[in-house]
């Protein structure tokens, strides 16, 4: 998995790309960690790369979400395909946080 980050609009735009499974949804947790540290609080997950994703990667999504909510902030995901917008789509994600299909739509979106 590999990650990189932009702030744009006052989100950090995170881009995952890879898998985010078992054996990265720890890295991933400790980054979104330490960007709320940094006081990020709107996080547009761009996942346009991401090739795969287990339940481990969506309870780090989620426990991201759960950490901001308290201070006001939120996640957003968007740019899903192929597989991974399958998952999403039959998980109910979807009912938890915005799912968009751009990065400015995530913006725009928290």
Do not use: W
């Amino acid at each position: 998995m590999e990650i990189s980050a932009s702030e744009q609009a006052g989100c950090l735009v995170v881009l995952v790309a890879g898998r985010l499974d078992t054996d990265t949804a720890p890295e991933f947790e400790r980054y979104c960690t330490a960007a709320i540290e940094k006081g990020h609080r709107k996080f547009a997950l761009d996942l346009s790369r991401l090739e795969f994703i287990s339940s481990a990667g969506f309870r780090a999504i989620l426990g991201t979400a759960k950490r901001l909510k308290p201070s006001g902030g939120a996640v957003a995901a968007c740019s899903l395909s192929g597989v991974v917008a399958e998952v999403f789509a039959i998980s109910g994600f979807a009912n938890l946080m915005p799912i968009t299909p751009d990065v400015p739509s995530a913006i725009q979106a928290l």
